[in-house]
């Protein structure tokens, strides 16, 4: 059975306030991006002890940090050498450190920015293919991988909609040529929208087997020829039809992971906590 959850800073960045909510709704799996000020690796001593003293008196677990690690890097200008690379791999180390504190299981990795035709052929390598951004990506994710195997912790990497990963189509593939146990999939299906991936049957297949770790789920309106995305109350968006598909094929498969509801929407004149309140009932009749 599924372990319900929340991004906490999509309620609010005051933590203990998140937590509060959280035990509101009997949702027992925090994910952590942002606390107070900071993103999560950033955090000083003080604070690490106060979100340990607050997890534990809330009576939650921690399900992924989520820090940003390779989000919107060039891969064509980014190399192993570089400063701003190792500083991620530096931030990586961090994050495991919280989440070995906080007896979390994962971590997220992004992959780095979208470059938006990978593959190609029949005259498409030559005119429209970025050549070699597939293959720098793989030699790029390669250490980070590395890192958690040394230290037994499982990558969960995220289908974004600004990243190299957009689909679980694409994690896959990813998972398969670098070849380990430690990099899993963290399936946004909405984000996977935005390259037109069908969430349910082809986007979940892709994870059967196996590649699945993590699931963020929320709720958008989707305009690719506009490039607009909008976020909507849970089940009221493009993700309305495949939700309920969604939860049966989970339950099937005997997923037993964490999902945890991504509260982007923001209702005209209110706040994300006000989107979360709207959206989290039909996310726990689905998912629950």
């Not at 820090?67 to 690379?85: C, E, K, N, P, Q």
């Not at 990795?109 to 970025?130: N, Y």
Request: charged share 25%; proline share 2%; with cysteine.
């Amino acid at each position: 059975m599924a372990k319900l959850g929340v991004i906490t800073d999509g309620i609010s960045r005051e933590f203990e306030h998140a937590l509060s909510v959280m035990n509101e709704f009997d949702l027992t799996h925090a994910e952590l991006q942002f606390l107070w000020d900071k993103e999560v690796g950033d955090l000083d001593d003080r604070q690490m002890n106060r979100v340990q003293q607050l997890v534990k008196a809330h009576g939650v677990s921690v399900s992924c940090i989520s820090r940003h690690i390779f989000g919107g890097m060039l891969v064509g200008g980014t190399d192993r050498a570089s400063a701003g690379y190792q500083a991620h791999l530096s931030a990586l180390e961090r994050c495991i450190d919280m989440a070995k504190a906080l007896d979390c299981p994962r971590v997220r990795i992004m992959a780095f920015r979208k470059e938006m035709i990978l593959f190609g052929s029949h005259g498409a390598e030559e005119w429209v293919v970025a050549n070699g951004a597939w293959d720098k990506l793989r030699e790029l994710v390669e250490p980070a991988v590395q890192i958690a195997e040394d230290r037994d912790i499982t990558l969960v990497v995220e289908t974004g909609n600004n990243a190299m990963i957009t689909s679980a189509y694409l994690a896959r593939k990813l998972i398969d040529e670098l070849g380990s146990q430690h990099l899993k999939v963290l399936w946004d299906p909405a984000n996977s929208l935005y390259c037109a991936e069908v969430p349910y049957p082809d986007g979940y297949d892709s994870l059967r087997g196996g590649y699945l770790g993590h699931v963020h789920l929320k709720d958008v309106a989707v305009e690719i020829a506009k490039a607009t995305v909008t976020c909507m109350q849970m089940g009221s968006g493009r993700m309305g039809p495949y939700l309920s598909q969604i939860a049966a094929a989970l339950r099937e498969d005997g997923y037993d992971g964490a999902i945890s509801l991504e509260s982007v929407y923001r209702p005209l004149d209110g706040s994300f906590e006000d989107g979360f309140r709207a959206s989290i009932g039909r996310f726990q009749e689905l998912f629950g």
